[in-house]
């Protein structure tokens, strides 16, 4: 499965929303429910964040809402905390996994 | 609560095999399967493939069939993850995490960091 494709990079203030795209193909991203999205802190493992496109796992805040059209994917962070700055991960299922490139959320 | 512990740190000269383990707690192993996922130095995340606790089936990456290796020891809960023919460019963080198959990685252990240096 190729990598999927998201920005480098997106910021936004304290208390805004921040929206980062994940796009694939009809192969993957646009032909299964199966994206997920990771946040990772410098140093630290990896953690799921949104799972099955849209489904949020218990103590993950409502802040973070997931979604997807077509082949596109998006992670949507509303009411923007300093803590929420990490880089994104976009990963979906196709018999195989395929992550995107990631994205670093820069908190201004 | 779910916890993966991974062993520690390798230094391995190319050519040579390394064996990282992770075991696990705080569920019924047998119920869901482990992922390996590892992250070169300043990149993102790659896959690496899937075992499941339940009856060993394995879906390796295509790029790894034939050097990489998964299986589990459900006597202990512990998942083991072993890479032959090393390279440099397999510098890097592995990490284990429950999932996979289809399924989301839920939870992930700590990351082994497994550098490959003459």
């Known amino acids: 499965q190729s990598a999927l494709t998201q920005p480098r990079s997106v910021s936004g203030s304290p208390g805004q929303s921040v929206t980062i795209s994940c796009t694939g193909t009809s192969s993957d991203v646009g032909g299964y429910n199966y994206v997920s999205w990771y946040q990772q802190h410098p140093g630290k493992a990896p953690k799921l964040m949104i799972y099955?496109?849209?489904k949020r796992p218990s103590g993950v805040p409502d802040r973070f809402s997931g979604s997807k059209s077509g082949n596109t994917a998006s992670l949507t962070i509303s009411g923007l905390q300093a803590e929420d700055e990490a880089d994104y991960y976009c990963c979906s299922y196709a018999g195989s996994y395929g992550f995107g490139g990631g994205t670093k959320l820069t908190v201004l | 609560q779910v916890q993966l512990v991974q062993s520690g740190a390798e230094v391995k000269k190319p050519g040579a095999s390394v064996k990282v383990s992770c075991k696990a707690s705080?569920?019924?192993?047998?119920?869901?399967?482990i992922s390996w996922v590892r992250q070169a130095p300043g990149q993102g995340l790659e896959w690496m493939g899937w075992?499941?606790?339940?009856?060993?089936?394995?879906n390796y990456a295509q790029k790894l069939q034939g050097r990489v290796t998964m299986t589990t020891d459900t006597s202990t809960s512990t998942a083991y993850m072993e890479l032959r023919s090393l390279r440099s460019d397999d510098t890097a963080v592995y990490y284990c995490?429950?999932?996979?198959?289809?399924?989301?990685?839920?939870?992930w252990g700590q990351g082994t960091l497994v550098t490959v240096s003459s």
């Open positions: 705080g569920y019924t192993f047998t119920s869901y399967g």
């Open positions: 075992i499941s606790a339940y009856n060993g089936n394995t």
């Open positions: 099955d496109v849209s």
């Open positions: 995490a429950v999932g996979g198959g289809g399924n989301s990685f839920d939870y």
